[in-house]
């Protein structure tokens, strides 16, 4: 157990800490401290606090409530914000140096900060991360979430459902990362007004429609108009529609290798290519291939 939650403090990187409980206390606690001229000197408690934070408890008043003091050792290990002084940790300044670095420290906050709408902003734009650990009723707010994503995108899987199945916020999502739309809700993938604007800002986005959808004419023109080649992410039925198919060839010609294999031997479909290819023999070879079907 101690191997673990050891192995938990050296992680540098974002990740869940074990909350310091009684019980957790005890176990890393490694060493039994006593009060002492030790426990005022930061080089001691800067080689201690790697292995066991539970120097911390004992150190003086005076390193714990000392900015540059307290930095250095936070850095070493985070845990250790458990024992600073409040003051500190309600410090906007110094919070967010840690924070730069560590999202973690996020939670060492004061209610103040964690309440500060500002200090909010400022937190996420120093380190996207910390939008994992904050209050619920943040994670509804549209404008919280816009800043994260567009410092990490990634950090949009932490949005809240509401989030995700609001139609404006997840459009101007898809402004900044197109790809993001994968965590819409279920609901607006299939509504077929978000997904045509969705489309219109990035034609390969028709591939998030829901099933319905990629049968949908409307949709199917709409990408097929901007982007020929995004035939390809729709349904069998528009990719048998001569109408779908011509508009997508237009666009692109090597929409018709995606159209179905019945459209694909369709002479006008054949004649289009020819013209956009200029290749002659193409278009001999498929329509003594349709004639021969035919006979």
Same mark, same amino acid.
């Given at each position: 157990?101690?191997?673990?939650?050891?192995?938990?403090?050296?992680?540098?990187?974002?990740?869940?800490?074990?909350?310091?409980?009684?019980?957790?206390?005890?176990?890393?606690?490694?060493?039994?401290? %006593?009060?002492?001229?030790?426990?005022?000197?930061?080089?001691?408690?800067?080689?201690?606090?790697?292995?066991?934070?539970?120097?911390?408890?004992?150190?003086?008043?005076?390193?714990?409530?000392?900015?540059?003091?307290?930095?250095?050792?936070?850095?070493?290990?985070?845990?250790?914000?458990?024992?600073?002084?409040?003051?500190?940790?309600?410090?906007?300044?110094?919070?967010?140096?840690?924070?730069?670095?560590?999202?973690?420290?996020?939670?060492?906050?004061?209610?103040?900060?964690?309440?500060?709408?500002?200090?909010?902003?400022?937190?996420?734009?120093?380190?996207?991360?910390?939008?994992?650990?904050?209050?619920?009723?943040?994670?509804?707010?549209?404008? +919280?979430?816009?800043?994260?994503?567009?410092?990490?995108?990634?950090?949009?899987?932490?949005?809240?459902?509401?989030?995700?199945?609001?139609?404006?916020?997840?459009?101007?999502?898809?402004?900044?990362?197109?790809?993001?739309?994968?965590?819409?809700?279920?609901?607006?993938?299939?509504?077929?007004?978000?997904?045509?604007?969705?489309?219109?800002?990035? %034609?390969?986005?028709?591939?998030?429609?829901?099933?319905?959808?990629?049968?949908?004419?409307?949709?199917?023109?709409?990408?097929?108009?901007?982007?020929?080649?995004?035939?390809?992410?729709?349904?069998?039925?528009?990719?048998?529609?001569?109408?779908?198919?011509?508009?997508?060839?237009?666009?692109?010609?090597?929409?018709?290798?995606?159209?179905?294999?019945?459209?694909?031997?369709?002479?006008?479909?054949?004649?289009?290519?020819?013209?956009? %290819?200029?290749?002659?023999?193409?278009?001999?070879?498929?329509?003594?291939?349709?004639? +021969?079907?035919?006979?």
């Amino acid at each position: 157990m101690l191997d673990i939650i050891k192995s938990i403090i050296g992680i540098k990187k974002v990740s869940q800490y074990p909350s310091l409980n009684d019980t957790t206390m005890s176990i890393l606690e490694t060493k039994t401290y %006593t009060n002492g001229p030790q426990m005022s000197d930061i080089n001691f408690l800067l080689k201690e606090v790697n292995e066991d934070v539970g120097v911390m408890k004992y150190a003086d008043k005076k390193i714990t409530s000392n900015y540059i003091l307290m930095v250095n050792i936070a850095k070493r290990n985070i845990l250790s914000l458990e024992f600073c002084s409040p003051t500190l940790r309600d410090d906007y300044n110094f919070m967010l140096e840690l924070i730069s670095t560590n999202a973690y420290t996020y939670t060492f906050c004061s209610e103040r900060l964690k309440l500060d709408r500002n200090f909010n902003h400022q937190a996420i734009d120093t380190n996207a991360w910390v939008v994992q650990y904050m209050d619920e009723e943040h994670l509804k707010e549209p404008e +919280i979430f816009l800043t994260a994503i567009k410092s990490n995108g990634t950090v949009i899987k932490y949005a809240s459902p509401e989030l995700r199945n609001n139609p404006n916020f997840m459009l101007n999502v898809v402004d900044v990362l197109p790809w993001a739309i994968e965590y819409a809700s279920d609901e607006l993938k299939d509504n077929i007004y978000f997904m045509l604007k969705a489309v219109r800002k990035d %034609t390969n986005l028709v591939v998030h429609a829901s099933n319905r959808l990629k049968k949908d004419k409307n949709l199917g023109v709409a990408a097929v108009h901007l982007n020929g080649l995004a035939i390809k992410h729709l349904d069998l039925t528009l990719k048998d529609n001569i109408k779908v198919a011509r508009i997508a060839m237009k666009n692109n010609k090597d929409a018709y290798h995606y159209i179905s294999n019945r459209l694909q031997e369709e002479q006008e479909l054949i004649y289009l290519l020819q013209e956009q %290819t200029g290749d002659k023999n193409e278009i001999e070879q498929r329509t003594n291939k349709g004639n +021969i079907q035919d006979n």
